[in-house]
């Protein structure tokens, strides 16, 4: 199999480029249930999309409650999947981008939007080079040797039901492949994650206090605001970033809160709040960090907290691995927060971990090599992708090592290049992954 000429190079990357554009138009952030949109109006209008650009080059097309949906190519052997998200975290309604999070514009060779990176890029790369290959197979007169599927989910960034219920529905587990949604080389592991919802009807010393910051449990709050019973309004500003890597952002509830209690406002409810969830990034002071050799220390995420009328409700995003269960972190943030407190479970996610020698991972860590000239070994992360509900994958791509694309922060980008570098990468592996098959 011969890579393509630059001139077939150059359509393949217009082309990944507009079915981008495309999807990243669609403002596939959560909004309420409609009939046929489980989960808004936007992530069904996306998944219609994919699903119908598939089906259009000849992919048979399934759906599962228009929760979910796959496009497959082949006839006979092993399942090889490619699981991505049209979903994407809420982009503020733009405020403080550069540009307008749904307008997918290009500049200067960047093309900016949310999405753009997390996760809709994988989708129209998978596109197109599944479809290529398939081509490219036909006219030589041969037989893929496995099935490709690309598998579209659209409630990635709220709690996977999507694919939970793709697996109580006992659809088929994929062999091999991978999903397009971290970084490479590759990531073998991801921590477990924990949604939590904690509620309090009455926080003591917070009566007179509003508080309103943060958007979703995942990310790191840019914004927080306070108004006091004196009518004195307080704000802080922070930097987004990904929930499962606070330490890269600046949580503007936590600057906010420490403020408070600083100036005497708030209480003991909100000193509480202040010194378990505020002053560090791993949970220690509510009993939650218990680090282990291959995931570290537990990460803490207070992603939004809101209180008024003295009731207080906040998200968190919690990531841990080995050393501490599911179980144990709810009971331990429980008991630190008290019975004042309730703490629901809204998304519990268990850790992955494939082993450094299975031959998928060596196959696709084989053909980044092979593109990118770079010998570092897999690692492991505390985000977590569809590969924790699919056992025999491993997240890989899209991100090159050394670039920043601002994935759930503010002007979230990739440039045109390195769409093209990263796909050169993923056709590399999918030929990686048909070869093992046969």
Same mark, same amino acid.
């Given at each position: 199999?011969?890579?393509?000429?630059?001139?077939?190079?150059?359509?393949?990357?217009?082309?990944?480029?507009?079915?981008?554009?495309?999807? &990243?138009?669609?403002?596939?952030?959560?909004?309420?249930?409609?009939?046929?949109?489980?989960? #808004?109006?936007?992530?069904?209008?996306?998944?219609? +999309?994919?699903?119908?650009?598939?089906? $259009?080059?000849?992919?048979?097309?399934?759906?599962?409650?228009?929760?979910?949906?796959?496009?497959?190519?082949?006839?006979?052997?092993?399942?090889?999947?490619?699981? *991505?998200?049209?979903?994407?975290?809420?982009?503020?309604? #733009?405020?403080?981008?550069?540009?307008?999070?749904?307008?997918?514009?290009?500049?200067?060779?960047?093309?900016?939007?949310?999405?753009?990176?997390?996760?809709?890029? %994988?989708?129209?790369?998978?596109?197109?080079?599944?479809?290529?290959?398939?081509?490219?197979?036909?006219?030589?007169?041969?037989? +893929?040797?496995?099935?490709?599927?690309?598998?579209?989910?659209?409630?990635?960034?709220?709690?996977?039901?999507?694919?939970?219920?793709?697996?109580?529905?006992?659809?088929?587990?994929?062999?091999?492949?991978?999903?397009?949604?971290?970084?490479?080389?590759?990531?073998?592991?991801?921590?477990?994650?924990?949604?939590?919802?904690?509620?309090?009807?009455?926080?003591?010393?917070?009566?007179?206090?509003?508080?309103?910051?943060?958007?979703? =449990? /995942?990310?790191?709050?840019?914004?927080?605001?306070?108004?006091?019973?004196?009518? $004195?309004?307080?704000?802080?500003?922070?930097?987004? @970033?990904? %929930?499962?890597?606070?330490?890269?952002?600046? /949580?503007?509830?936590?600057? +906010?809160?420490?403020?408070?209690?600083?100036?005497? &406002?708030?209480?003991?409810?909100?000193?509480?709040?202040?010194?378990?969830?505020?002053?560090?990034?791993?949970?220690?002071?509510?009993?939650?960090?218990?680090?282990?050799?291959?995931?570290?220390?537990?990460?803490? /995420?207070? #992603? &939004?907290?809101?209180?008024?009328?003295?009731?207080?409700?906040?998200?968190?995003?919690?990531?841990?691995?080995? %050393?501490?269960?599911?179980?144990?972190?709810?009971?331990? +943030?429980?008991?630190? !927060?008290?019975?004042?407190?309730?703490?629901?479970? =809204?998304?519990?996610?268990? @850790?992955?971990?494939?082993?450094?020698?299975?031959?998928?991972?060596?196959?696709?860590?084989?053909?980044? $090599?092979?593109?990118?000239?770079?010998?570092?070994?897999?690692?492991?992360?505390?985000?977590?992708?569809?590969?924790?509900?699919?056992?025999?994958?491993?997240?890989?791509?899209?991100?090159?090592?050394?670039?920043?694309?601002?994935?759930?922060?503010?002007?979230?980008? *990739?440039? !045109?290049? /390195?769409?093209? $570098?990263?796909?050169?990468?993923?056709?590399?592996?999918?030929?990686?992954? *048909?070869?093992?098959?046969?």
């Amino acid at each position: 199999m011969q890579s393509p000429c630059r001139t077939d190079k150059q359509q393949r990357d217009q082309r990944i480029l507009d079915l981008l554009r495309s999807l &990243v138009r669609i403002n596939t952030e959560h909004t309420a249930p409609e009939p046929g949109a489980p989960y #808004g109006k936007g992530c069904a209008v996306a998944l219609d +999309l994919a699903l119908a650009e598939c089906e $259009r080059r000849g992919f048979a097309v399934t759906r599962l409650d228009e929760r979910i949906g796959w496009a497959e190519i082949g006839k006979k052997g092993p399942l090889a999947a490619f699981p *991505v998200h049209l979903d994407v975290v809420p982009a503020s309604g #733009g405020k403080g981008w550069s540009h307008d999070p749904y307008a997918a514009e290009v500049v200067d060779g960047v093309l900016y939007g949310r999405g753009c990176m997390d996760n809709k890029v %994988g989708a129209a790369v998978m596109i197109e080079l599944i479809d290529a290959l398939a081509q490219e197979l036909d006219a030589a007169g041969r037989e +893929l040797p496995c099935r490709l599927r690309i598998i579209f989910g659209t409630d990635e960034e709220t709690g996977m039901a999507d694919l939970a219920a793709y697996v109580a529905a006992g659809c088929e587990q994929p062999a091999l492949g991978f999903v397009p949604d971290a970084a490479f080389p590759a990531v073998r592991g991801e921590k477990a994650r924990l949604h939590l919802v904690c509620a309090c009807d009455l926080l003591d010393g917070c009566d007179g206090l509003r508080f309103i910051g943060g958007t979703a =449990a /995942n990310v790191v709050p840019d914004s927080a605001r306070a108004e006091l019973a004196c009518g $004195r309004v307080l704000e802080a500003s922070g930097r987004s @970033a990904h %929930g499962s890597t606070p330490e890269k952002g600046e /949580n503007a509830i936590a600057k +906010l809160v420490t403020r408070l209690v600083a100036e005497g &406002v708030g209480g003991v409810g909100l000193a509480a709040l202040d010194r378990l969830l505020c002053r560090d990034l791993h949970g220690t002071a509510a009993g939650i960090d218990v680090p282990d050799e291959t995931f570290g220390h537990t990460s803490l /995420n207070l #992603g &939004v907290l809101n209180i008024e009328g003295g009731r207080a409700r906040m998200e968190l995003d919690v990531r841990f691995g080995l %050393g501490i269960d599911a179980e144990e972190v709810v009971s331990r +943030l429980g008991k630190a !927060l008290g019975n004042a407190w309730s703490v629901e479970v =809204a998304m519990a996610k268990p @850790a992955h971990l494939v082993p450094d020698d299975d031959p998928c991972l060596q196959a696709l860590l084989a053909a980044y $090599r092979r593109v990118a000239d770079d010998a570092e070994p897999p690692s492991v992360m505390a985000g977590g992708t569809y590969a924790s509900y699919l056992p025999a994958l491993v997240a890989f791509g899209p991100k090159l090592p050394g670039t920043h694309t601002g994935a759930h922060g503010i002007d979230e980008h *990739v440039s !045109l290049a /390195n769409i093209s $570098r990263a796909t050169d990468v993923y056709e590399e592996a999918l030929r990686a992954i *048909v070869a093992l098959a046969e």
